[in-house]
């Protein structure tokens, strides 16, 4: 890999770069939004009273324990569930249009690419189905693959990528009928833990690049701090938003923003959230607590958070 700098040049910004009208409604305005599901085995409340504005251009992260509402919040965004309760418009549209209108690309957190369809096959299938000829196709799949450094690799199948190209590749397929929002599911989830802090330098060169609102869902703290301008805390169901934690750390943040005060901070704000809710616990709350090596034990290596 030649490194994030292909996402962040000049030629990209001037290809992608959004168009950021004054007077723009919302990315995403949610107010009183909920959805109860209605199984079987009764209701489930999924996400109660949510209020949540969303400006054009923002990366507003969305971080909660597992259950908590985040994928649902997504997919309402994305038309794919309807509200039971509340309002919700996308760029001041009803979810519907919004959809109709290819305003938001979805990244899921498996890439979801077809094995029998290349690399290029699969960026470019939405463009299929929206009837783009194929010669344009082919010239935006080589567009997109440059932006998210995987020139090259057009005539590869998936399964001879690694997890980190794969999700690339799904990163490309959502930006390839340029949306103005990026709705991502936990997309680095599956990923290790350096091709994560690599895909997130790059996705931060993306953004600063094109301009595009990102809704980002992760369930990691430092994640979520190293990505966005507004952290939303979301509690243990029934999922609600807690918090919202600005994140007040210049960009871009690279390799060194977890070494500012400021970082450690939010981190500390988002953890106090989680603790006071009890989906955190400092500890002492195992068995192993007071039990203790001979001579100290546990409690000795310090208090509780
Ligand atoms: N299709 C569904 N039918 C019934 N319940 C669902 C459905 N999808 C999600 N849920 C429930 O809604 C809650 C929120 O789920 P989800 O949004 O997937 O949480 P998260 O993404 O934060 O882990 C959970 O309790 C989950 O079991
Ligand atoms: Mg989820």
Redesign the pocket.
Known sequence: MSGPAVLGSPAVSTVLAADRTTGAPPAIAAAGLGLT?R?AGGE?V?LTGVDLVIEPGAFVALI?P???????LLRLVADLETPTAGSLLVEGLPPREARLARRYGYVFQAPALYPWRTVEANLTLPLEIMGVPKAERSERARRYLKLVDLEGFARNYPWQLSGGMQQRVSIARALSFDPDILLMDEPFGALDALTREQLRIDLEELWLATGKTVLFVTHAIDEAVALADRVVVMGP?P?KIERIVPVPLARPRGLGARRDAAFAAVVEAITKVFLDRGVLHGPGRTRLAGVGRSGGGANARGGSA
């Open positions: 599901y199984t489930v999924a909660g597992s259950g908590c509402g985040k994928t649902t169901r999922g």
